[in-house]
């Protein structure tokens, strides 16, 4: 382990997946003891990170908005990260701890991975795992996500049809995630493949505004990009 | 909602991969309200997902260790949990919440589906997400699970050879769980696909006893049942 006397650490903090209370015992204290947190938000607006931690956060901290374009480009503008690296360097090289908030898990297709991608060599960084939303989704919709020796297959829906097409071909347990405005092209691959009457939905999981619909009750056009589709290929007999 | 008047309450609690404090809020304040605590242990001596919890036990909980053969059957005897269920269902039909401690995340390879299959019909139950095996590994390995659109693949290891060696042809990011005494085979499917080079082994992460070892460096017979293999294409590359 390198010695980086003086210098702040950098801590990936997951903070689960909407409910302030999936946080962990380690994050919260990690949080709270930070001089610096940052946290990605939209171009404008409100932060969702910083808005699931508000509850618990006790003000004095110095606040950085990391700013991602959502949605000119299918992945965020890595100069935004170049930035944000500069300036949270900034706050390490002065000694000061930063503490990035990140929604579910840092290394679960979070964006954390490219904040640690330009600091890890440079700086200390730890990562604490938190709940992500495949789990939360499941425990919510009261749907086992795999058991014994099943095989889980995870796929992002901005993928071609026929790509999820073919994944989901036989598929045991599956996780169709980031949802959102590719939903009819996903429905239309689940009823080609007969998986719909396995399939379930829901948005937002363990946030206030959550909502599970039947997959044929959502508007074909209006899932939000924090919506997952569950597949599992024996339904609920668990016993 | 049904209305279960004047019955107790089953959680089913994720506990986290094995650090007390990555434990959530949510399922702290559960474990602490509930009178009667249950847990998975081996035939005979400690369970570790009791351990886990112990810094956070104040005493005065009735306590049920549901005991599971580990080692004679390749999945655990499902009478065990016809009589937990009957055990758990007599303090709840008395009016006692129920509080059933899950290793990692209830519905994530978890043996809590064995009770929620025979008990949510007949009671309210909650599960509570936890941080998973699978984000913990990543996080202490400080390499990512998945990103962009990538597919995540997670294999249990006891699968045959080659089922293993079919999906883990031209993978994206893939998790092998459970290695145990599969090592070997899984090491020689690795280096039959020449992953190994891409390959991540970690045991028992964020516990105190956890190990980070090189593939060649890990004994063949020697692997504990929590111990992972994590797999990406694209390596440490994420700028």
């Known amino acids: 382990m390198t010695i980086h006397n003086g210098r702040g650490r950098l801590y990936g903090l997951g903070i689960g997946p909407g409910d302030p209370e999936l946080i962990t015992l380690k994050a919260l204290r990690l949080l709270q003891a930070a001089p610096v947190v ?15 931690v508000s509850p618990h956060l006790k003000g004095g901290q110095a606040e950085i908005a990391i700013r991602v374009p959502m949605v000119t480009a299918r992945f965020p503008a890595q100069e935004v990260y170049d930035q ?11 000694g000061r701890d930063v503490a990035v908030l990140c929604e579910g898990d840092p290394f679960f297709y979070g964006s ?27 425990a919510t919709l009261g749907t086992a996500l795999a058991a014994r020796n099943d095989i889980l297959t995870v796929l992002p829906a901005p993928l071609d049809a026929e790509v999820l097409k073919q994944r989901l071909q036989g598929v045991e347990a599956a996780a169709i995630i980031k949802v959102g405005r590719h939903f009819a092209k996903v ?42 589709i569950l597949i599992h290929r024996r339904g609920e007999a668990w016993t």
């Open 38 to 52: 940052a946290y990605p938000a939209p171009d404008t607006g409100d932060s969702l990170a910083r808005a699931i």
């Open 84 to 94: 944000a690296a500069e300036e949270l360097g900034e706050h390490l090289e002065a």
């Open 112 to 138: 954390f991975m490219y904040l640690f991608g330009r600091m890890a060599e440079r700086f200390q960084v730890e990562v604490v795992p938190g709940v992500s939303s495949l789990t939360a989704c499941a």
């Open 187 to 228: 429905k239309q691959v689940l009823d080609d493949l007969e998986l719909s009457d396995r399939a379930h939905y829901i948005e937002r999981a363990t946030m206030e505004t959550q909502r599970i619909l039947p997959l044929d009750q959502v508007a074909e056009e209006g899932a939000p990009y924090f919506s997952m």
